[in-house]
Protein backbone atom coordinates (compact mmCIF):
# COMPACT_ATOMS: atom_id res chain seq x y z
CA UNK A 1 0.00 0.00 0.00
CA UNK A 2 0.95 3.53 -0.78
CA UNK A 3 1.24 6.34 2.12
CA UNK A 4 -1.47 7.73 0.61
CA UNK A 5 -2.42 9.90 4.26
CA UNK A 6 -3.32 13.23 3.93
CA UNK A 7 -4.48 16.16 6.38
CA UNK A 8 -8.12 16.65 5.81
CA UNK A 9 -8.38 19.26 8.39
CA UNK A 10 -11.53 18.55 9.41
CA UNK A 11 -13.10 21.31 11.71
CA UNK A 12 -13.24 20.07 15.38
CA UNK A 13 -11.96 16.19 14.66
CA UNK A 14 -9.94 14.87 17.26
CA UNK A 15 -7.99 13.01 14.24
CA UNK A 16 -8.68 14.30 10.70
CA UNK A 17 -9.90 11.54 8.36
CA UNK A 18 -7.43 9.90 6.56
CA UNK A 19 -7.68 10.14 2.85
CA UNK A 20 -6.70 9.42 -1.12
CA UNK A 21 -7.33 9.97 -3.99
CA UNK A 22 -7.29 8.08 -7.54
CA UNK A 23 -3.77 7.61 -8.52
CA UNK A 24 -3.10 6.28 -5.03
CA UNK A 25 -6.11 3.89 -5.52
CA UNK A 26 -4.86 2.66 -9.24
CA UNK A 27 -1.14 2.01 -8.12
CA UNK A 28 -2.76 -0.06 -4.87
CA UNK A 29 -4.97 -1.85 -7.06
CA UNK A 30 -2.40 -2.85 -8.92
CA UNK A 31 -0.52 -3.77 -6.44
CA UNK A 32 -2.81 -6.20 -4.73
CA UNK A 33 -3.30 -7.55 -8.04
CA UNK A 34 0.67 -8.72 -8.21
CA UNK A 35 1.33 -5.95 -11.37
CA UNK A 36 5.07 -5.74 -11.23
CA UNK A 37 5.83 -3.64 -14.33
CA UNK A 38 4.13 -0.64 -16.42
CA UNK A 39 5.47 0.42 -19.70
CA UNK A 40 4.58 3.60 -20.83
CA UNK A 41 5.08 7.11 -22.03
CA UNK A 42 3.97 9.98 -19.14
CA UNK A 43 2.14 12.88 -19.73
CA UNK A 44 -1.34 15.10 -18.49
CA UNK A 45 -2.72 13.20 -16.30
CA UNK A 46 -0.63 9.97 -15.67
CA UNK A 47 2.83 11.20 -14.86
CA UNK A 48 2.49 11.22 -11.09
CA UNK A 49 0.51 7.79 -11.08
CA UNK A 50 4.08 6.92 -13.07
CA UNK A 51 5.86 8.37 -10.38
CA UNK A 52 3.96 7.12 -7.37
CA UNK A 53 3.91 3.56 -9.08
CA UNK A 54 8.02 3.44 -9.35
CA UNK A 55 8.08 5.08 -5.57
CA UNK A 56 6.05 1.99 -4.39
CA UNK A 57 7.69 -0.50 -5.66
CA UNK A 58 6.71 -0.96 -9.72
CA UNK A 59 8.45 -1.09 -12.20
CA UNK A 60 8.04 1.63 -14.68
CA UNK A 61 9.38 1.46 -18.20
CA UNK A 62 9.35 5.01 -19.84
CA UNK A 63 9.50 4.42 -23.85
CA UNK A 64 9.32 7.31 -26.72
CA UNK A 65 6.02 5.70 -28.43
CA UNK A 66 2.99 4.98 -26.96
CA UNK A 67 2.89 1.96 -29.80
CA UNK A 68 6.51 0.95 -28.71
CA UNK A 69 5.06 0.89 -24.85
CA UNK A 70 1.89 -1.15 -26.34
CA UNK A 71 3.92 -3.66 -27.69
CA UNK A 72 5.87 -4.29 -24.63
CA UNK A 73 3.34 -4.80 -22.63
CA UNK A 74 1.46 -7.49 -24.96
CA UNK A 75 4.71 -9.55 -24.71
CA UNK A 76 5.26 -9.18 -21.02
CA UNK A 77 1.45 -10.72 -21.08
CA UNK A 78 2.33 -13.33 -23.73
CA UNK A 79 5.74 -14.52 -21.64
CA UNK A 80 4.02 -14.41 -17.85
CA UNK A 81 0.21 -15.11 -18.76
CA UNK A 82 -0.69 -11.97 -16.70
CA UNK A 83 -1.74 -8.77 -18.75
CA UNK A 84 1.33 -6.44 -19.46
CA UNK A 85 -0.18 -3.21 -18.75
CA UNK A 86 0.81 0.05 -20.78
CA UNK A 87 -0.03 3.71 -19.42
CA UNK A 88 -0.92 6.34 -21.96
CA UNK A 89 -2.25 9.80 -21.94
CA UNK A 90 -5.55 11.09 -23.49
CA UNK A 91 -6.51 11.11 -27.07
CA UNK A 92 -3.05 11.30 -29.31
CA UNK A 93 -0.84 9.07 -26.21
CA UNK A 94 -4.18 6.92 -26.22
CA UNK A 95 -4.63 6.24 -30.61
CA UNK A 96 -1.19 5.73 -30.64
CA UNK A 97 -1.07 2.99 -28.11
CA UNK A 98 -4.44 1.57 -29.51
CA UNK A 99 -2.64 -0.26 -32.43
CA UNK A 100 -0.38 -2.14 -29.95
CA UNK A 101 -4.10 -2.70 -27.76
CA UNK A 102 -5.43 -3.93 -31.23
CA UNK A 103 -2.63 -6.43 -32.24
CA UNK A 104 -2.62 -7.99 -28.91
CA UNK A 105 -6.15 -8.61 -29.51
CA UNK A 106 -5.32 -10.07 -32.77
CA UNK A 107 -2.67 -12.31 -31.55
CA UNK A 108 -4.69 -13.13 -28.09
CA UNK A 109 -2.24 -11.99 -25.85
CA UNK A 110 -3.54 -10.56 -22.58
CA UNK A 111 -2.95 -6.62 -22.27
CA UNK A 112 -4.68 -3.59 -20.33
CA UNK A 113 -4.00 -0.26 -21.41
CA UNK A 114 -5.11 2.22 -18.64
CA UNK A 115 -5.41 6.09 -20.12
CA UNK A 116 -5.49 9.19 -18.80
CA UNK A 117 -8.68 11.16 -20.57
CA UNK A 118 -9.80 14.34 -20.68
CA UNK A 119 -12.76 16.20 -18.87
CA UNK A 120 -15.81 14.22 -19.62
CA UNK A 121 -18.58 16.91 -19.37
CA UNK A 122 -16.16 18.85 -22.03
CA UNK A 123 -15.24 16.05 -24.37
CA UNK A 124 -19.62 14.95 -25.01
CA UNK A 125 -20.05 18.45 -25.77
CA UNK A 126 -17.38 18.91 -27.72
CA UNK A 127 -16.27 21.83 -26.61
CA UNK A 128 -12.56 21.52 -26.94
CA UNK A 129 -10.87 20.66 -24.40
CA UNK A 130 -7.30 19.99 -24.21
CA UNK A 131 -6.44 16.39 -25.78
CA UNK A 132 -10.76 16.07 -26.38
CA UNK A 133 -11.71 12.49 -27.45
CA UNK A 134 -14.67 10.06 -26.89
CA UNK A 135 -11.77 7.24 -25.86
CA UNK A 136 -13.87 4.86 -24.63
CA UNK A 137 -16.33 4.86 -27.66
CA UNK A 138 -12.86 4.95 -30.26
CA UNK A 139 -11.28 1.76 -28.42
CA UNK A 140 -14.04 -0.42 -28.44
CA UNK A 141 -13.77 -2.08 -32.08
CA UNK A 142 -10.27 -2.71 -31.86
CA UNK A 143 -10.02 -4.53 -28.11
CA UNK A 144 -11.82 -7.41 -26.21
CA UNK A 145 -13.79 -4.94 -23.54
CA UNK A 146 -13.48 -1.45 -23.06
CA UNK A 147 -14.34 0.17 -19.70
CA UNK A 148 -14.41 3.68 -18.27
CA UNK A 149 -14.35 4.21 -14.64
CA UNK A 150 -16.70 7.19 -13.39
CA UNK A 151 -15.86 7.40 -9.27
CA UNK A 152 -12.75 6.76 -7.66
CA UNK A 153 -14.29 4.36 -5.41
CA UNK A 154 -14.84 2.13 -8.83
CA UNK A 155 -11.05 1.70 -9.47
CA UNK A 156 -10.73 -1.30 -7.89
CA UNK A 157 -13.66 -2.67 -9.71
CA UNK A 158 -12.29 -1.10 -13.31
CA UNK A 159 -8.83 -2.88 -12.75
CA UNK A 160 -10.07 -6.34 -11.40
CA UNK A 161 -12.27 -6.60 -13.84
CA UNK A 162 -9.76 -4.98 -16.74
CA UNK A 163 -7.38 -8.27 -15.88
CA UNK A 164 -9.77 -11.00 -15.31
CA UNK A 165 -11.15 -10.01 -19.28
CA UNK A 166 -7.64 -9.60 -20.16
CA UNK A 167 -6.57 -12.85 -19.41
CA UNK A 168 -9.96 -15.67 -19.23
CA UNK A 169 -11.25 -17.12 -21.80
CA UNK A 170 -9.07 -16.40 -24.82
CA UNK A 171 -6.52 -13.50 -24.32
CA UNK A 172 -6.78 -10.22 -25.71
CA UNK A 173 -6.55 -6.65 -25.26
CA UNK A 174 -8.77 -4.64 -22.31
CA UNK A 175 -9.03 -0.77 -22.38
CA UNK A 176 -9.08 0.89 -19.33
CA UNK A 177 -10.25 4.96 -19.03
CA UNK A 178 -9.97 6.45 -16.02
CA UNK A 179 -10.40 10.68 -16.88
CA UNK A 180 -8.37 13.19 -15.11
CA UNK A 181 -11.13 13.99 -12.77
CA UNK A 182 -11.17 10.19 -11.14
CA UNK A 183 -7.34 10.17 -11.32
CA UNK A 184 -7.13 13.17 -8.59
CA UNK A 185 -10.47 12.55 -6.91
CA UNK A 186 -9.82 12.85 -3.24
CA UNK A 187 -11.93 10.08 -0.89
CA UNK A 188 -11.63 8.99 2.85
CA UNK A 189 -8.98 6.06 2.79
CA UNK A 190 -10.37 3.62 4.65
CA UNK A 191 -13.26 3.73 1.97
CA UNK A 192 -10.87 3.57 -0.56
CA UNK A 193 -9.03 0.49 0.90
CA UNK A 194 -12.34 -1.37 0.81
CA UNK A 195 -12.87 -0.71 -2.24
CA UNK A 196 -10.00 -2.41 -3.33
CA UNK A 197 -9.84 -7.01 -4.49
CA UNK A 198 -7.46 -9.20 -5.58
CA UNK A 199 -8.76 -11.51 -8.43
CA UNK A 200 -9.65 -15.80 -7.40
CA UNK A 201 -8.00 -17.81 -10.30
CA UNK A 202 -8.09 -15.03 -12.88
CA UNK A 203 -7.77 -17.44 -15.55
CA UNK A 204 -9.57 -20.22 -14.51
CA UNK A 205 -8.87 -23.93 -16.35
CA UNK A 206 -11.15 -25.08 -19.00
CA UNK A 207 -11.59 -28.92 -19.08
CA UNK A 208 -13.24 -30.20 -22.01
CA UNK A 209 -16.32 -33.00 -21.80
CA UNK A 210 -15.47 -36.55 -22.02
CA UNK A 211 -16.94 -37.59 -25.19
CA UNK A 212 -15.44 -33.88 -26.61
CA UNK A 213 -12.31 -36.17 -26.22
CA UNK A 214 -12.47 -39.41 -27.37
CA UNK A 215 -14.21 -38.24 -30.59
CA UNK A 216 -10.86 -36.37 -31.06
CA UNK A 217 -8.81 -40.20 -30.26
CA UNK A 218 -11.03 -42.11 -32.15
CA UNK A 219 -10.27 -39.77 -35.34
CA UNK A 220 -6.35 -39.82 -34.42
CA UNK A 221 -6.55 -43.66 -33.98
CA UNK A 222 -8.10 -44.38 -37.52
CA UNK A 223 -5.29 -41.48 -39.26
CA UNK A 224 -3.55 -43.14 -42.12
CA UNK A 225 -1.68 -39.57 -41.92
CA UNK A 226 -2.14 -37.67 -38.75
CA UNK A 227 -0.55 -34.21 -38.41
CA UNK A 228 -0.52 -31.77 -34.99
CA UNK A 229 0.05 -28.07 -35.77
CA UNK A 230 1.32 -26.18 -32.93
CA UNK A 231 0.30 -22.61 -32.27
CA UNK A 232 1.39 -19.76 -30.63
CA UNK A 233 -1.74 -20.31 -28.52
CA UNK A 234 -0.15 -23.98 -27.52
CA UNK A 235 2.95 -21.68 -26.76
CA UNK A 236 1.33 -19.17 -24.55
CA UNK A 237 -0.65 -22.11 -22.47
CA UNK A 238 2.44 -23.51 -21.03
CA UNK A 239 1.66 -27.09 -21.23
CA UNK A 240 5.26 -27.60 -22.87
CA UNK A 241 5.42 -31.30 -21.37
CA UNK A 242 1.96 -31.78 -21.82
CA UNK A 243 2.65 -31.36 -25.36
CA UNK A 244 5.69 -32.85 -26.01
CA UNK A 245 4.33 -35.92 -24.22
CA UNK A 246 1.40 -36.40 -26.28
CA UNK A 247 3.72 -35.98 -29.48
CA UNK A 248 6.08 -37.88 -28.38
CA UNK A 249 3.87 -41.12 -27.28
CA UNK A 250 1.62 -41.26 -30.17
CA UNK A 251 4.39 -40.91 -32.55
CA UNK A 252 2.59 -37.72 -34.60
CA UNK A 253 4.50 -35.48 -36.76
CA UNK A 254 3.75 -31.77 -36.13
CA UNK A 255 4.51 -28.14 -37.50
CA UNK A 256 5.14 -25.18 -35.01
CA UNK A 257 3.72 -22.03 -36.40
CA UNK A 258 6.61 -19.37 -36.34
CA UNK A 259 6.09 -18.49 -32.40
CA UNK A 260 5.33 -22.43 -31.12
CA UNK A 261 9.09 -22.94 -33.02
CA UNK A 262 10.68 -24.44 -29.51
CA UNK A 263 7.66 -26.02 -27.84
CA UNK A 264 9.65 -28.99 -28.89
CA UNK A 265 13.48 -28.62 -30.01
CA UNK A 266 13.56 -27.86 -33.71
CA UNK A 267 15.65 -30.93 -34.57
CA UNK A 268 12.76 -32.87 -32.93
CA UNK A 269 12.81 -36.04 -35.65
CA UNK A 270 9.16 -35.58 -35.68
CA UNK A 271 9.30 -31.97 -36.62
CA UNK A 272 7.77 -31.70 -39.89
CA UNK A 273 8.61 -28.25 -40.94
CA UNK A 274 11.21 -28.87 -43.78
CA UNK A 275 8.00 -30.97 -45.61
CA UNK A 276 5.88 -28.59 -44.86
CA UNK A 277 4.12 -28.57 -48.30
CA UNK A 278 3.85 -32.50 -48.35
CA UNK A 279 2.56 -32.71 -44.90
CA UNK A 280 -0.44 -29.91 -45.32
CA UNK A 281 -1.25 -31.69 -49.10
CA UNK A 282 -1.47 -35.09 -47.45
CA UNK A 283 -2.77 -35.28 -43.97
CA UNK A 284 -5.99 -36.62 -43.57
CA UNK A 285 -6.29 -35.52 -40.07
CA UNK A 286 -4.79 -33.09 -38.74
CA UNK A 287 -5.08 -31.74 -34.91
CA UNK A 288 -4.80 -27.87 -34.48
CA UNK A 289 -3.39 -26.92 -31.04
CA UNK A 290 -4.01 -23.39 -30.10
CA UNK A 291 -3.64 -21.99 -34.03
CA UNK A 292 -6.39 -20.83 -36.00
CA UNK A 293 -6.88 -21.67 -40.04
CA UNK A 294 -6.31 -18.10 -40.91
CA UNK A 295 -3.91 -17.19 -43.93
CA UNK A 296 -1.02 -17.77 -42.46
CA UNK A 297 -2.30 -21.45 -43.06
CA UNK A 298 -4.29 -20.67 -46.06
CA UNK A 299 -7.07 -21.34 -44.43
CA UNK A 300 -7.25 -25.10 -44.21
CA UNK A 301 -8.26 -25.14 -48.36
CA UNK A 302 -6.94 -27.19 -51.02
CA UNK A 303 -4.95 -26.94 -53.19
CA UNK A 304 -2.49 -26.31 -50.40
CA UNK A 305 -4.36 -29.00 -48.24
CA UNK A 306 -6.17 -32.23 -48.50
CA UNK A 307 -9.32 -31.38 -49.40
CA UNK A 308 -10.54 -34.41 -47.60
CA UNK A 309 -8.28 -33.51 -44.59
CA UNK A 310 -11.10 -33.75 -41.36
CA UNK A 311 -10.13 -31.68 -38.90
CA UNK A 312 -9.56 -31.87 -34.87
CA UNK A 313 -9.34 -28.07 -32.89
CA UNK A 314 -7.75 -27.58 -29.42
CA UNK A 315 -9.05 -24.02 -28.29
CA UNK A 316 -9.97 -21.83 -25.53
CA UNK A 317 -12.67 -20.04 -27.61
CA UNK A 318 -15.65 -22.21 -28.90
CA UNK A 319 -16.10 -19.59 -31.67
CA UNK A 320 -13.32 -20.47 -33.39
CA UNK A 321 -14.45 -23.97 -34.35
CA UNK A 322 -15.67 -23.98 -37.99
CA UNK A 323 -14.54 -20.46 -38.93
CA UNK A 324 -12.74 -21.45 -41.86
CA UNK A 325 -13.78 -25.42 -42.18
CA UNK A 326 -15.58 -27.96 -40.73
CA UNK A 327 -14.36 -29.08 -37.43
CA UNK A 328 -15.04 -32.89 -36.88
CA UNK A 329 -14.15 -32.83 -33.26
CA UNK A 330 -14.09 -29.70 -31.53
CA UNK A 331 -11.81 -29.33 -28.33
CA UNK A 332 -12.72 -26.64 -26.27
CA UNK A 333 -10.52 -26.01 -23.29
CA UNK A 334 -6.85 -24.78 -22.36
CA UNK A 335 -4.31 -27.08 -23.79
CA UNK A 336 -3.07 -28.10 -21.04
CA UNK A 337 -6.03 -29.33 -19.64
CA UNK A 338 -7.22 -30.84 -23.20
CA UNK A 339 -3.80 -32.32 -23.82
CA UNK A 340 -3.69 -34.05 -20.17
CA UNK A 341 -7.45 -35.66 -21.31
CA UNK A 342 -6.22 -36.77 -24.35
CA UNK A 343 -3.20 -38.50 -23.05
CA UNK A 344 -5.68 -39.99 -19.92
CA UNK A 345 -8.37 -41.34 -22.10
CA UNK A 346 -6.33 -42.72 -24.71
CA UNK A 347 -5.17 -45.86 -24.12
CA UNK A 348 -1.35 -46.75 -24.38
CA UNK A 349 -0.63 -47.63 -28.38
CA UNK A 350 -4.26 -46.30 -29.43
CA UNK A 351 -2.67 -43.34 -31.41
CA UNK A 352 0.16 -44.58 -33.59
CA UNK A 353 1.48 -42.51 -36.34
CA UNK A 354 1.49 -45.31 -39.20
CA UNK A 355 5.24 -45.71 -40.30
CA UNK A 356 4.41 -45.03 -43.64
CA UNK A 357 3.66 -42.22 -42.79
CA UNK A 358 6.69 -40.64 -40.92
CA UNK A 359 8.67 -42.02 -43.51
CA UNK A 360 6.76 -40.21 -46.09
CA UNK A 361 8.13 -37.11 -44.42
CA UNK A 362 11.23 -37.80 -43.70
CA UNK A 363 12.82 -38.93 -47.27
CA UNK A 364 10.82 -35.23 -48.40
CA UNK A 365 12.40 -33.46 -45.75
CA UNK A 366 15.82 -35.08 -46.27
CA UNK A 367 15.27 -33.98 -50.27
CA UNK A 368 14.35 -30.08 -49.37
CA UNK A 369 17.70 -29.74 -46.84
CA UNK A 370 19.86 -31.07 -49.54
CA UNK A 371 18.19 -28.63 -51.73
CA UNK A 372 18.81 -25.61 -49.61
CA UNK A 373 22.38 -26.72 -48.62
CA UNK A 374 23.58 -25.74 -51.76
CA UNK A 375 22.28 -22.03 -51.34
CA UNK A 376 23.14 -21.73 -48.19
CA UNK A 377 26.92 -23.00 -49.07
CA UNK A 378 26.72 -20.38 -51.89
CA UNK A 379 25.57 -17.48 -49.09
CA UNK A 380 28.27 -17.99 -46.69
CA UNK A 381 30.81 -16.56 -49.24
CA UNK A 382 28.56 -14.36 -51.10
CA UNK A 383 29.86 -10.71 -51.62
CA UNK A 384 28.42 -8.54 -51.02
CA UNK A 385 26.44 -10.37 -48.01
CA UNK A 386 23.57 -12.38 -48.29
CA UNK A 387 20.22 -12.37 -46.37
CA UNK A 388 21.07 -16.44 -45.69
CA UNK A 389 25.10 -15.31 -44.95
CA UNK A 390 24.13 -12.98 -41.74
CA UNK A 391 21.67 -15.57 -40.90
CA UNK A 392 23.58 -18.47 -41.10
CA UNK A 393 26.68 -16.51 -38.96
CA UNK A 394 23.54 -15.59 -36.51
CA UNK A 395 22.36 -19.09 -35.87
CA UNK A 396 25.43 -20.65 -35.27
CA UNK A 397 25.74 -17.95 -32.47
CA UNK A 398 22.51 -18.21 -30.97
CA UNK A 399 23.13 -22.10 -30.75
CA UNK A 400 26.25 -21.11 -28.65
CA UNK A 401 23.26 -19.47 -26.66
CA UNK A 402 20.41 -21.47 -26.24
CA UNK A 403 18.85 -19.07 -23.34
CA UNK A 404 18.63 -15.61 -25.47
CA UNK A 405 14.83 -14.69 -27.13
CA UNK A 406 14.94 -13.83 -30.37
CA UNK A 407 12.43 -11.34 -31.70
CA UNK A 408 11.89 -10.66 -35.32
CA UNK A 409 10.27 -8.74 -38.06
CA UNK A 410 10.90 -7.64 -41.50
CA UNK A 411 9.53 -9.55 -44.81
CA UNK A 412 12.66 -11.46 -46.15
CA UNK A 413 13.93 -10.86 -42.86
CA UNK A 414 11.03 -12.64 -41.28
CA UNK A 415 10.74 -15.23 -43.57
CA UNK A 416 14.66 -16.28 -44.25
CA UNK A 417 15.14 -15.85 -40.33
CA UNK A 418 12.19 -18.01 -39.09
CA UNK A 419 13.50 -21.01 -41.80
CA UNK A 420 17.09 -20.75 -40.81
CA UNK A 421 17.36 -20.04 -37.11
CA UNK A 422 16.24 -23.65 -35.18
CA UNK A 423 14.60 -22.56 -31.63
CA UNK A 424 15.20 -25.10 -28.82
CA UNK A 425 13.24 -23.31 -26.03
CA UNK A 426 9.28 -22.72 -25.73
CA UNK A 427 8.39 -19.03 -25.78
CA UNK A 428 11.91 -17.50 -27.16
CA UNK A 429 10.32 -16.33 -30.28
CA UNK A 430 8.52 -13.22 -30.94
CA UNK A 431 7.43 -12.03 -34.42
CA UNK A 432 5.28 -10.30 -36.43
CA UNK A 433 2.54 -12.55 -35.60
CA UNK A 434 -1.41 -12.51 -37.03
CA UNK A 435 -1.25 -9.75 -38.75
CA UNK A 436 2.21 -9.63 -40.01
CA UNK A 437 2.88 -6.28 -38.05
CA UNK A 438 6.23 -4.46 -38.69
CA UNK A 439 7.16 -1.92 -35.44
CA UNK A 440 6.46 -4.59 -32.95
CA UNK A 441 10.55 -4.96 -32.56
CA UNK A 442 11.90 -3.00 -29.90
CA UNK A 443 8.66 -3.07 -27.63
CA UNK A 444 8.91 -6.91 -27.85
CA UNK A 445 12.82 -7.20 -27.20
CA UNK A 446 12.49 -4.68 -24.24
CA UNK A 447 9.93 -6.61 -22.02
CA UNK A 448 11.60 -9.90 -23.18
CA UNK A 449 14.84 -8.72 -21.19
CA UNK A 450 12.44 -6.80 -18.63
CA UNK A 451 10.67 -9.84 -17.86
CA UNK A 452 13.04 -12.62 -17.74
CA UNK A 453 16.47 -10.67 -17.27
CA UNK A 454 17.98 -12.84 -20.27
CA UNK A 455 19.74 -12.01 -23.40
CA UNK A 456 17.49 -10.59 -26.32
CA UNK A 457 18.54 -10.44 -30.04
CA UNK A 458 16.50 -8.62 -31.91
CA UNK A 459 16.55 -9.70 -36.15
CA UNK A 460 15.01 -6.79 -37.69
CA UNK A 461 15.06 -5.71 -41.11
CA UNK A 462 16.04 -2.15 -42.19
CA UNK A 463 12.51 -0.76 -42.72
CA UNK A 464 10.65 -3.06 -39.40
CA UNK A 465 13.32 -1.40 -37.39
CA UNK A 466 12.78 2.33 -38.41
CA UNK A 467 8.89 1.79 -36.96
CA UNK A 468 10.55 1.44 -33.37
CA UNK A 469 14.16 2.54 -33.74
CA UNK A 470 14.00 5.71 -31.04
CA UNK A 471 13.31 2.95 -28.41
CA UNK A 472 17.10 2.47 -29.00
CA UNK A 473 17.55 4.86 -26.50
CA UNK A 474 15.28 3.39 -24.22
CA UNK A 475 17.17 0.09 -24.27
CA UNK A 476 20.15 1.85 -23.56
CA UNK A 477 18.97 4.11 -20.62
CA UNK A 478 17.61 0.70 -18.77
CA UNK A 479 21.25 -0.57 -20.15
CA UNK A 480 19.19 -3.77 -21.12
CA UNK A 481 20.93 -6.90 -22.69
CA UNK A 482 19.67 -6.57 -26.17
CA UNK A 483 21.57 -7.06 -29.35
CA UNK A 484 19.79 -5.73 -32.41
CA UNK A 485 21.01 -6.83 -35.70
CA UNK A 486 19.45 -4.84 -38.42
CA UNK A 487 20.07 -6.86 -42.27
CA UNK A 488 20.37 -3.51 -44.00
CA UNK A 489 19.56 -4.18 -47.89
CA UNK A 490 18.74 -0.32 -48.00
CA UNK A 491 14.84 -0.99 -48.64
CA UNK A 492 11.60 -2.48 -47.89
CA UNK A 493 12.06 -6.23 -49.27
CA UNK A 494 15.32 -4.35 -51.51
CA UNK A 495 17.40 -1.70 -52.19
CA UNK A 496 18.11 -1.66 -55.82
CA UNK A 497 14.33 -0.34 -57.07
CA UNK A 498 14.72 2.19 -59.59
CA UNK A 499 12.94 5.44 -59.27
CA UNK A 500 10.18 6.86 -61.56
CA UNK A 501 11.22 10.73 -60.27
CA UNK A 502 13.97 12.66 -58.93
CA UNK A 503 12.62 11.30 -55.84
CA UNK A 504 14.17 7.82 -54.46
CA UNK A 505 12.00 4.88 -55.00
CA UNK A 506 9.36 3.94 -52.69
CA UNK A 507 10.90 1.48 -51.42
CA UNK A 508 14.00 2.58 -51.05
CA UNK A 509 15.81 3.78 -47.64
CA UNK A 510 19.34 4.17 -46.21
CA UNK A 511 21.00 4.52 -42.99
CA UNK A 512 23.59 3.67 -40.90
CA UNK A 513 21.80 2.23 -38.07
CA UNK A 514 25.08 1.58 -35.98
CA UNK A 515 26.42 5.12 -35.86
CA UNK A 516 22.28 5.62 -34.15
CA UNK A 517 22.83 3.64 -30.91
CA UNK A 518 26.19 5.39 -30.28
CA UNK A 519 24.38 8.80 -29.55
CA UNK A 520 22.61 6.70 -26.56
CA UNK A 521 26.04 5.19 -25.67
CA UNK A 522 24.91 1.75 -26.97
CA UNK A 523 27.91 -0.09 -29.14
CA UNK A 524 27.24 -0.16 -32.49
CA UNK A 525 29.34 -2.42 -35.01
CA UNK A 526 28.91 -2.59 -38.84
CA UNK A 527 29.50 -6.11 -40.43
CA UNK A 528 29.90 -6.53 -43.96
CA UNK A 529 30.85 -10.19 -43.89
CA UNK A 530 28.96 -13.40 -42.19
CA UNK A 531 32.33 -13.95 -40.00
CA UNK A 532 32.55 -10.35 -39.04
CA UNK A 533 28.74 -10.50 -37.85
CA UNK A 534 29.41 -14.17 -35.75
CA UNK A 535 31.96 -11.89 -34.19
CA UNK A 536 29.93 -8.74 -33.35
CA UNK A 537 27.59 -10.98 -32.04
CA UNK A 538 29.65 -12.53 -30.16
CA UNK A 539 31.17 -10.06 -28.26
CA UNK A 540 27.65 -7.94 -27.85
CA UNK A 541 25.80 -11.06 -26.19
CA UNK A 542 29.04 -11.39 -23.80
CA UNK A 543 29.11 -7.47 -22.72
CA UNK A 544 25.44 -8.20 -21.60
CA UNK A 545 24.97 -4.59 -22.73
CA UNK A 546 22.81 -2.41 -25.55
CA UNK A 547 24.66 -3.33 -29.23
CA UNK A 548 23.24 -2.60 -32.63
CA UNK A 549 25.16 -4.53 -36.19
CA UNK A 550 24.31 -2.76 -38.95
CA UNK A 551 24.41 -5.93 -41.44
CA UNK A 552 25.68 -4.43 -45.20
CA UNK A 553 23.12 -6.90 -47.14
CA UNK A 554 23.28 -7.10 -51.15
CA UNK A 555 20.32 -4.76 -51.95
CA UNK A 556 19.61 -6.95 -55.08
CA UNK A 557 18.92 -9.71 -52.55
CA UNK A 558 15.40 -10.06 -51.07
CA UNK A 559 12.08 -10.80 -52.94
CA UNK A 560 9.26 -8.05 -52.91
CA UNK A 561 6.64 -8.75 -50.25
CA UNK A 562 9.01 -12.35 -48.88
CA UNK A 563 6.89 -14.95 -49.56
CA UNK A 564 3.48 -13.23 -49.20
CA UNK A 565 4.08 -11.36 -53.08
CA UNK A 566 0.52 -13.47 -54.05
CA UNK A 567 -1.49 -10.87 -51.70
CA UNK A 568 -0.53 -8.31 -53.75
CA UNK A 569 -3.03 -6.69 -56.11
CA UNK A 570 -3.13 -8.36 -59.60
CA UNK A 571 -3.86 -5.39 -61.51
CA UNK A 572 -2.05 -4.09 -64.69
CA UNK A 573 1.30 -3.73 -63.97
CA UNK A 574 3.21 -0.68 -62.54
CA UNK A 575 6.33 0.41 -65.11
CA UNK A 576 9.34 1.02 -62.49
P1 LIG B 1 -0.65 -19.11 -34.78
O1 LIG B 1 -0.59 -17.77 -35.44
O2 LIG B 1 0.60 -19.47 -34.07
O3 LIG B 1 -1.15 -20.17 -35.70
P2 LIG B 1 -3.07 -18.17 -33.61
O4 LIG B 1 -2.80 -16.86 -32.96
O5 LIG B 1 -3.71 -18.17 -34.94
O6 LIG B 1 -1.73 -19.03 -33.60
O7 LIG B 1 -3.99 -19.03 -32.66
C1 LIG B 1 -3.91 -18.99 -31.28
C2 LIG B 1 -5.18 -19.64 -30.75
O8 LIG B 1 -4.89 -20.12 -29.46
C3 LIG B 1 -6.35 -18.69 -30.64
O9 LIG B 1 -7.46 -19.16 -31.37
C4 LIG B 1 -6.66 -18.65 -29.13
O10 LIG B 1 -8.04 -18.62 -28.85
C5 LIG B 1 -6.03 -19.93 -28.65
N1 LIG B 1 -5.57 -19.93 -27.27
C6 LIG B 1 -4.93 -18.95 -26.61
N2 LIG B 1 -4.63 -19.36 -25.37
C7 LIG B 1 -5.07 -20.62 -25.24
C8 LIG B 1 -5.04 -21.59 -24.20
N3 LIG B 1 -4.48 -21.34 -23.02
N4 LIG B 1 -5.60 -22.79 -24.43
C9 LIG B 1 -6.20 -23.06 -25.64
N5 LIG B 1 -6.24 -22.18 -26.65
C10 LIG B 1 -5.69 -20.98 -26.46
N1 LIG C 1 3.24 -0.91 -41.80
C1 LIG C 1 2.98 -1.77 -40.80
C2 LIG C 1 2.61 -1.26 -39.45
N2 LIG C 1 3.04 -3.09 -40.99
C3 LIG C 1 3.35 -3.56 -42.24
N3 LIG C 1 3.38 -4.88 -42.37
C4 LIG C 1 3.68 -2.69 -43.29
C5 LIG C 1 3.60 -1.36 -43.01
C6 LIG C 1 4.07 -3.16 -44.69
N4 LIG C 1 5.33 -3.89 -44.65
C7 LIG C 1 5.39 -5.26 -44.66
O1 LIG C 1 4.43 -6.03 -44.67
S1 LIG C 1 6.98 -5.81 -44.55
C8 LIG C 1 7.61 -4.24 -44.53
C9 LIG C 1 6.58 -3.30 -44.60
C10 LIG C 1 6.81 -1.84 -44.59
C11 LIG C 1 9.08 -3.98 -44.42
C12 LIG C 1 9.91 -4.92 -45.25
O2 LIG C 1 11.21 -4.42 -45.37
P1 LIG C 1 12.34 -4.75 -44.35
O3 LIG C 1 12.60 -6.28 -44.59
O4 LIG C 1 13.52 -3.94 -44.69
O5 LIG C 1 11.88 -4.64 -42.96
P2 LIG C 1 13.29 -7.02 -45.82
O6 LIG C 1 14.09 -8.05 -45.17
O7 LIG C 1 14.15 -6.02 -46.56
O8 LIG C 1 12.26 -7.61 -46.70
Not at 452 to 458: C, E, I, L, Y
Request: with cysteine; net charge negative; aromatic share 4%.
Amino acid sequence: MTDAVQDAGAEGADEPPALTDGIHLVVDALKLNDVETLYGVVGIPITDLARLAQASGIRYIGFRHESDAGHAAAAAGFLTQKPGICLTVSAPGFLNGLVALANATTNCFPMVQISGSSEQHLVDLQRGDYEEMDQLAAARPFVKAAYRVHRAEDIGRGIARAIRTAVSGRPGGVYLDIPAAVLGEVIDAEQGAESLWRLVDPAPRQVPQAEAVDRAIDLLAGAERPLVVLGKGAAYSQADEQIREFVETTGIPYLPMSMAKGLLPDDHPQSASTARSLALRRADVVMLVGARLNWLLGHGEAPQWNPQATFIQVDIAATEMDSNQPIAAPLVGDVASVMEALAERSKPGRINAPAAWREELAERSAQNVAKMAGRLKAAETAQPMKFLGALQAIRDVLHENPRAYVVNEGANALDLARNTIGMQVPRHRLDSGTWGVMGIGMGYAIAAAVETGDPVVAIEGDSAFGFSGMEIEAICRYDLPIVTVVLNNSGVYRGDDPSASDDPAPTALKARHDLMIQAFGGKGYQATTPAEVATALREALASGRPALIDCVIDPTDGTESGNIAHLNPKGITVQR
